[in-house]
């Protein structure tokens, strides 16, 4: 193992993009000795305060069941009784990436040392995620306040009482008090919505490529992309964007002439409308990247001060009202893209066939791209709607307040799915259209993108089924999006 497939574990400095190396095995996590160090002494301290007085979840009940002392005597079965009671998750298994992403981030956390969880349970997650060990976790539990049954699944695995999915480690003990140290967390609801971020982000990357194709393929006007144009409104995501498409559409030179005096919007208006989608990605992560560094476990022990803090930390509504932001910046920008394709059709514009098409007169070509798109956009639309305008009250009206964001994370999985459609038939249009007027285009790697999409998808000139090559074509934006 090299030292750059090793992601250092210390509690501090994890980026979103070390969760998707690890949970997608292109790096391994490596506990950094000063956190075993650190973690050690949380954990002495947890005993140490609840051998004085009462320390939630350690020496009492949960919940509403806060005030009631357990029995010193019964206190070594406690934490194990807390997690078989919790361990309720039900539905579909979460995905392998998604399993290896919640205990890297888990890991992290207790790494930060404010948990009081004992060392052993940092060195059994960090040896499950070395050799492939992954606990079976499902997906339905959580409303956004800690991700309660998910945790106490990993922990009960980790301890031997429920069986390994994939592999498997030596069962660890599970000390008094560390039941609800390591379930306290919300990291199966971070490490999907770090999964999430990555996948949006990428597409909204090959958006600007997929979009720069079809400005080449409807001639479009680039002053619309001038650096001055946008310096005389910096919306930081806009400037982003515009240049962008300078740096696809020229070399060094001047921006294309267009055909027309003014574009469509979805070619005029796309850098205002994608940057926003930018911004709110970026947010999205910087709010990730605060929380999967964080000791936000209740209590916090906090060894600096020698005390446990009582706290609601376990609120995640920074991260359901990012997502939501999101989903609705990325509801913006796909409507651009099935406008786009609308654009690529029509012979007004596009200066070609009636929907592309190049056989006998009558023929359909690519009309039923706008058709899937658009039911993709839908998709999206119903995706986007927010997820925070609600809440609950549950624990005999204790916890009255949930975030839910596992469920905006889970809405903008769907949403990235439907706009991975939206965009992969506008690609479909672009590269049709592209091929049929012979268009030179740019050298730069738009260049590139076009040699890597005509390798990627067939040409075929008759009236043909499309379903093949709009999931190549849903294939291909990865790509595209690292050009």
């Not at 007085?53 to 029995?71: K, L, M, P, S, W």
């Not at 992969?424 to 012979?438: F, H, N």
């Not at 998808?457 to 709009?470: A, C, K, N, Q, R």
Request: charged share 20%; net charge negative.
């Amino acid at each position: 193992m090299t030292d750059s497939s090793r992601i250092l574990i210390s509690g501090a400095g994890l980026r979103c993009a070390d969760v998707v190396r690890v949970a997608r095995r292109s790096a391994w996590p490596k506990l950094a000795p000063d956190a075993l160090t650190r973690a050690e002494q949380s954990y002495e301290l947890a005993v140490e305060l609840g051998a004085k007085g009462a320390v939630y979840g350690r020496t009492t009940g949960v919940g509403a069941n806060r005030h009631i002392v357990v029995d010193p005597d019964g206190a070594d079965l406690h934490g194990l009784r807390l997690l078989r009671s919790h361990a309720g998750g039900t539905g579909a298994p979460l995905p392998d990436d998604a399993v290896r992403a919640v205990m890297a981030v888990r890991l992290n956390q207790l790494a930060a040392a404010g948990s009081g969880v004992h060392p052993r349970l940092l060195r059994a997650l960090e040896q499950a995620l070395r050799v492939g060990a992954l606990p079976l976790v499902h997906t339905r539990g959580a409303i956004g306040t800690g991700d309660l049954t998910a945790l106490a699944e990993i922990a009960l695995t980790l301890a031997g009482e429920l069986p390994w999915e994939a592999g498997g480690i030596d069962p660890v003990a599970i000390s008094p008090g560390d039941a609800l140290a390591f379930i306290s967390s919300n990291a199966a609801t971070l490490a999907e919505a770090v999964l999430a971020w990555h996948d949006l982000s990428r597409l909204l990357a090959a958006s600007h490529v997929v979009t720069a194709l079809t400005f080449c393929a409807l001639g479009g006007s680039a002053e619309a992309y001038d650096e001055r144009v946008h310096a005389s409104r910096p919306h930081p995501g806009a400037v982003r964007c515009a240049a962008e498409l300078r740096r696809l559409l020229t070399s060094g030179g001047d921006l294309p002439p267009g055909r027309r005096l003014q574009d469509p919007f979805g070619l005029r208006a796309f850098p205002q409308v994608q940057g926003p989608a930018l911004e709110a990605a970026a947010h999205v992560e910087q709010v990730l990247e605060v929380d999967i560094n964080a000791a936000a476990e209740n209590p916090l022990i906090d060894t600096e001060t020698q005390q446990a803090f009582h706290h609601g930390q376990f609120s995640t509504a920074p991260v359901a009202l990012a997502f939501d932001y999101l989903r609705a910046a990325l509801h913006h920008t796909a409507e651009l893209s099935a406008a786009r394709l609308s654009d690529l059709v029509e012979p007004d514009l596009s200066g070609l066939p009636p929907f592309l098409a190049e056989g006998p007169a009558g023929s359909s070509g690519v009309m039923i791209l706008e058709y899937v798109a658009h039911d993709a956009l839908g998709t999206l639309r119903h995706a986007a709607s927010p997820v925070t305008l609600g809440t609950a009250v549950i624990s005999r009206g204790l916890e009255d307040h949930a975030s839910f964001s596992t469920h905006a994370v889970r809405s903008t999985v769907a949403a990235t799915a439907a706009y991975r459609t939206v965009l992969a038939c506008e690609l479909l249009g672009a590269v049709r259209a592209l091929r049929m007027s012979d268009t030179e285009l740019p050298d730069t790697p738009l260049r590139d993108a076009f040699a890597l999409a005509s390798a990627g998808l067939p040409h075929v000139t008759e009236d043909h089924p499309l379903s093949t090559e709009i999931q190549q074509a849903e294939r291909l934006l990865d790509r595209l999006a690292v050009l």
